[in-house]
């Protein structure tokens, strides 16, 4: 049964991957193709219509083998083949993605050196407010004291010292969507668009963070009932996509920016500090997240001290919540 579950979890994850990234390359600026900075007319060329096809042939091709291979894992070695599978059906999707980047370097332009500086910027908030950001806090904090009132002291310690970390580590990225990212216009049209899109990528990490702890403490307390968890994830998951996709990446498939102009804004930092494309290191930037170059969203700027404390709580919270009660005792 728990193999099951498992299965059927990676499966339904790997087919809404695949979806996303068939039609990711029409959701990014136009000026930046596949992490590559391009002239904005160079997607609806012919060498890039068949990069893309390409791309798309070799994305399906790859999502299926992957799947196959990781549901096979599941069925032989059982759930615990399941991480191995995921990063197989991760490893196919970006092979896809890199063999079509290669495509486009030799078409590559370097992003415009003019800068836009926005002299009027108010104070920006987080979107809505720090009380329902709380909620997430309260509701671990609720579990763990109801663990603590039947005697399951050590588990309730650990759990609510994991789960606190990992929420926290959430908090930091919606106060730096704020607060630490870069905006890459300025002026109209976009600077009326990118703050839409801000506030679209917060909410949804609130979102996620209601979800985790929600999760977490129905686990942690009624263990036997977890597989219940699973479908609303699925469609948390798919509304958050299509709510993304609709605003475009920066909010650029609701506005025309640089439809027509022959100078690529790209994201202003140069394609070098993009490792493999989706990997942005560049101690020269102040900015702590910045937005991803192929995907919905932001990423963080790997030469800031900032990101490796985040990275530090999102790893370190779940071996508190596995190992410290093993160590405990």
């Known amino acids: 049964m728990v193999s099951l579950i498992f ?3 990676i499966g339904g994850l790997a087919i809404l991957h695949a979806v996303a990234l068939y039609f ?3 959701w990014t600026r136009r000026d930046v193709y596949f992490a590559v900075t391009v002239s904005p007319g160079f997607r609806d060329s012919l060498d890039g219509k068949i990069i893309l096809r390409r791309y798309r042939i070799e994305l399906m091709a790859l999502s299926a083998l992957t799947l196959t291979a990781a549901l096979a894992g599941i ?15 991760l490893s196919g999707s970006f092979a896809a993605f890199y063999r079509a980047r290669r495509r486009v370097q030799p078409h590559a332009v370097a992003p415009t050196t003019i800068r836009e500086a926005d002299l009027f910027r108010g104070a920006r908030g987080v979107p809505g407010g720090w009380v329902p950001a709380l909620g997430p806090f309260l509701l671990v904090a609720t579990c763990a004291a109801f663990l603590w009132i039947q005697h399951r002291e050590v588990l309730a310690g650990f759990y609510f010292l994991s789960m606190a970390g990992i929420l926290a580590a959430f908090s930091l990225i919606r ?21 839409q899109f801000r506030r679209t990528v917060s909410v949804m990490a609130l979102l996620l963070q209601y979800l985790i702890a929600i999760q977490a403490s129905w686990v942690t307390l009624i263990p036997h009932r977890r597989a219940v968890v699973v479908f609303p994830v699925f469609l948390i998951l798919a509304f958050a996509l299509l709510v993304l996709a609709r605003l475009g990446q920066g909010g650029s498939q609701v506005t025309a920016i640089l439809a027509s102009n022959s100078v690529p804004v790209g994201d202003r930092t140069e394609d070098r500090y993009w490792k493999l494309g989706i990997l942005y290191f560049n101690p020269d930037d102040a900015a702590v997240i910045v937005e991803k170059r192929f995907g919905l969203g932001y990423t963080f700027n790997f030469a800031r001290l900032t990101t490796w404390i985040i990275i530090s709580f999102l790893l370190l919270s779940p071996l508190i919540r596995i190992l410290g009660p093993r160590l405990y005792r």
């Open 75 to 89: 069925r032989l070695l059982g759930a615990a083949f399941f991480p191995a599978g995921f990063v197989s059906i």
């Open 7 to 9: 299965a059927v979890t």
């Open 24 to 26: 990711l390359p029409g």
């Open 175 to 195: 106060y730096g969507i704020s607060h630490w990212a870069r905006s890459v216009h300025s002026c109209e049209p976009g600077v009326a668009r990118e703050p």
